[in-house]
């Protein structure tokens, strides 16, 4: 079985964010490093009759402010800080999650993913927004004109369909999203036993 855990994520998700504020000192304690994987959020939830949490927990008593509560044990458990909501949410993603597939073609992709996730869920703007979004990567130190230019092309396209597709294939329905060889596991509160399952395969 590979050891090396894979986080499938899409910057739409606050929880991704949060897993990967955790990730690296979870690295750190195990010597693994994780393997992102780009997604598209919205195919996955079409792909399998999804909807957000936003969707979902509407009208339900008590399950919100579970989730609250669960937030808030995350954030404790993994010392992070929390997110800061982005009032333009839902933001779509596509243009995003394509230009992280050119940033890994690029070999820019751990800057582009820390840039982008900032610029999401810590000083949050509208990433939807192709001005704006050109601006606060280039604002992070990237070469913004040319990873939008790059996320156009065909073969950045197709590999983030790849990735979606397969994605469902492996049985996923959301995001975060995690694997440990065939092992699934969702959601962010799931960061506990992705930890276990790696050191258990190599003892």
Same mark, same amino acid.
């Given at each position: 079985?590979?050891?090396?855990?894979?986080?499938?994520?899409?910057?739409?998700?606050?929880?991704?964010?949060?897993?990967?504020?955790?990730?690296?000192?979870?690295?750190?304690?195990?010597?693994?490093?994780?393997?992102?994987?780009?997604?598209?959020?919205?195919?996955?939830?079409?792909?399998?009759?999804?909807?957000?949490?936003?969707?979902?927990?509407?009208?339900?008593?008590?399950?919100?402010?579970?989730?609250?509560?669960?937030?808030?044990?995350?954030?404790?458990?993994?010392?992070?800080?929390?997110?800061?909501?982005?009032? /333009? !949410?839902?933001?779509?993603? &596509?243009?995003?999650?394509?230009?992280? =597939?050119? $940033?890994?073609? +690029?070999?820019?992709?751990?800057?582009?993913?820390?840039?982008?996730?900032?610029?999401?869920?810590?000083?949050?703007?509208?990433?939807?927004?192709?001005?704006?979004?050109?601006?606060?990567?280039?604002?992070?130190?990237?070469?913004?004109?040319?990873?939008?230019?790059?996320?156009?092309?065909?073969?950045?396209?197709?590999?983030?369909?790849?990735?979606?597709?397969?994605?469902?294939?492996?049985?996923?329905?959301?995001?975060?999203?995690?694997?440990?060889?065939?092992?699934? /596991? !969702?959601?962010?509160?799931? &960061?506990?036993?992705?930890?276990?399952? =790696?050191? $258990?395969?190599? +003892?």
């Amino acid at each position: 079985m590979r050891l090396s855990p894979q986080f499938l994520f899409d910057f739409g998700s606050p929880n991704a964010f949060l897993s990967h504020e955790a990730i690296p000192a979870i690295e750190k304690r195990i010597g693994v490093k994780f393997e992102y994987v780009p997604i598209l959020l919205g195919g996955i939830f079409k792909a399998t009759n999804n909807r957000s949490p936003a969707e979902t927990l509407a009208g339900i008593k008590n399950k919100g402010e579970f989730q609250v509560i669960e937030t808030e044990r995350f954030i404790k458990r993994f010392r992070v800080q929390p997110y800061v909501w982005n009032p /333009f !949410f839902p933001v779509n993603t &596509l243009s995003l999650m394509r230009a992280a =597939v050119a $940033a890994q073609f +690029e070999g820019v992709f751990e800057k582009y993913v820390e840039a982008a996730f900032h610029n999401m869920w810590r000083e949050p703007k509208k990433m939807d927004d192709p001005e704006v979004a050109a601006k606060a990567l280039s604002a992070s130190g990237l070469d913004a004109a040319k990873l939008l230019r790059r996320s156009q092309d065909a073969d950045v396209k197709a590999k983030l369909i790849e990735n979606t597709q397969s994605a469902v294939e492996r049985g996923a329905f959301g995001a975060p999203t995690f694997f440990v060889g065939n092992e699934m /596991f !969702f959601g962010k509160e799931q &960061l506990r036993e992705v930890e276990e399952m =790696v050191v $258990a395969n190599r +003892e």
